[in-house]
């Protein structure tokens, strides 16, 4: 299946207020410091005033409008400097409707069954390395599990499953479709899971890395797996999220946080309140295009890049609407066009706002948008 990365946006606003002001993408974050410190699809309707158009394509017939090898080069080098390190943290998966999933009873310490405790929460690592400099750009993650434990056993955690990916370094090393990515080390990215029999494609999980933009060493990982049927329909089946912290520079998951870690599990807390996402938002953004008349090859990572300021609007309601704890939430929905609408967000403070978004039509990306609000 061929699928198209396209565009990428930030968005600023005073939650439901109208009043647009511009501001740069690449300033709204400053440097790490050295040390470590039943779902319903339903119609979506989106304003946009940007001047800027999306470029609606797959993935097999576009050509970048805006290369600059220098400004390219810059941007993944700062990418790769922010997304690098140790992230340790927690996960947890919850199904269409958002209700938390419980660990298998198998890795549950026996301790916890007795005392009837339920767990939600696998205790997790993300060790991540991007090359910052060459010619071939190299992203290598690994998403580890660690088995449950009691107290502070943590420190001596045993490893339950890796999941190790890798995005660029050439097309033998690639299984994402697209990937985009911005400086602070936020980035998205399209995973196509097929049987290995038949490679019939079986999902399409779509990752979301958001961070923080007040603390560099603070991100969420949100997957949403989604099944495309027989007619092209996406249809979400669960979502995974991931809350990491950065504990310092990568040592390939040699090094754990365990008690020392700088949160707790999450997956049973309270959901995100509706009134507090939904309504008018709006704001500068950052944008990366595509020219759907060149039947050319194409780059898998694309950078996004600042829209000179230009605002765009989107209206966001209750509908589909999944509520997830943290002051997180995500949906999919139908648009008027037959477009399927991706969406994940983060209410990191009081009206303001990360939100990323893909675009699909017949089960195949068209546009990302990368919004901050």
């Known amino acids: 299946m061929a699928l198209g990365l396209a565009a990428n946006s930030i968005i600023i606003s005073q939650?439901?207020?109208?009043?647009?002001?511009?501001?740069?993408?690449?300033?709204?974050?400053?440097?790490?410091?050295?040390?470590?410190?039943?779902?319903?699809?339903?119609?979506?309707?989106?304003?946009?005033?940007?001047?800027?158009?999306?470029?609606?394509?797959?993935?097999s017939d576009f050509q970048v409008q805006d290369s600059n090898p220098t400004s390219t080069s810059t941007t993944w080098s700062e990418f790769a400097r922010n997304?690098?390190?140790?992230?340790?943290?927690?996960?947890?998966?919850?199904?269409?409707?958002?209700?938390?999933?419980?660990?298998?009873?198998?890795?549950v310490p026996e301790a916890y069954r007795e005392w009837e405790v339920k767990v939600f929460d696998w205790q997790t690592q993300?060790?991540?390395?991007?090359?910052?400099?060459?010619?071939?750009?190299?992203?290598?993650?690994?998403?580890?599990?660690?088995?449950?434990?009691?107290?502070?056993?943590?420190?001596?955690?045993?490893?339950?499953?890796?999941?190790?990916?890798?995005?660029?370094?050439?097309?033998?090393?690639?299984?994402?479709s697209a990937f985009a990515y911005q400086a602070s080390g936020s980035y998205v990215a399209v995973w196509p899971i097929e049987d290995l029999g038949t490679h019939k494609l079986l999902e399409l999980e779509l990752e979301y890395c958001l961070v923080?933009?007040?603390?560099?060493?603070?991100?969420?990982?949100?997957?949403?797996?989604?099944?495309?049927?027989?007619?092209?329909?996406?249809?979400?089946?669960?979502?995974?999220?991931?809350?990491?912290?950065?504990?310092g520079p990568f040592r390939n998951g040699e090094q754990l946080g365990g008690c020392a870690i700088r949160d707790s599990g999450f997956a049973a807390t309270d959901p995100t309140e509706a009134l507090q996402v939904v309504g008018v938002w709006q704001g500068p953004?950052?944008?990366?295009?595509?020219?759907?008349?060149?039947?050319?090859?194409?780059?898998?990572?694309?950078?996004?890049?600042d829209g000179d300021g230009d605002v765009?609007?989107?209206?966001?309601?209750?509908?589909?609407?999944?509520?997830?704890?943290?002051?997180?939430?995500?949906?999919?929905?139908?648009?008027?066009d037959d477009e399927t609408w991706s969406e994940v967000g983060w209410l990191f403070d009081h009206g303001r706002a990360i939100t990323s978004?893909?675009?699909?039509?017949?089960?195949?990306?068209?546009?990302?948008?990368y919004i901050y609000i």
């Open 126 to 176: 993300c060790p991540t390395l991007a090359e910052p400099e060459g010619q071939d750009r190299l992203l290598t993650y690994k998403s580890i599990k660690l088995l449950p434990t009691v107290g502070c056993e943590a420190d001596a955690a045993t490893r339950y499953s890796i999941d190790e990916r890798s995005v660029g370094g050439g097309e033998d090393n690639n299984k994402v």
């Open 83 to 107: 997304v690098s390190g140790e992230w340790d943290g927690y996960g947890a998966e919850f199904s269409k409707e958002g209700m938390p999933i419980e660990l298998p009873e198998s890795v």
């Open 212 to 247: 923080n933009p007040q603390d560099r060493e603070s991100r969420v990982r949100i997957i949403q797996v989604v099944r495309v049927d027989s007619e092209k329909k996406m249809v979400l089946q669960k979502v995974r999220v991931f809350r990491e912290q950065w504990y």
């Open 15 to 59: 939650n439901k207020a109208f009043t647009s002001f511009s501001l740069s993408a690449s300033k709204l974050l400053s440097n790490r410091p050295s040390h470590p410190q039943s779902q319903r699809i339903c119609p979506i309707t989106i304003t946009a005033t940007a001047s800027s158009s999306i470029a609606k394509a797959t993935l």
């Open 285 to 305: 953004h950052a944008v990366v295009s595509f020219d759907p008349s060149q039947n050319v090859s194409y780059d898998l990572l694309q950078e996004l890049v």
């Open 312 to 336: 765009r609007k989107s209206v966001r309601d209750e509908c589909g609407l999944i509520l997830l704890p943290k002051q997180l939430w995500c949906s999919i929905k139908e648009s008027r």
């Open 357 to 369: 978004r893909c675009i699909f039509a017949a089960g195949k990306l068209k546009a990302s948008l």
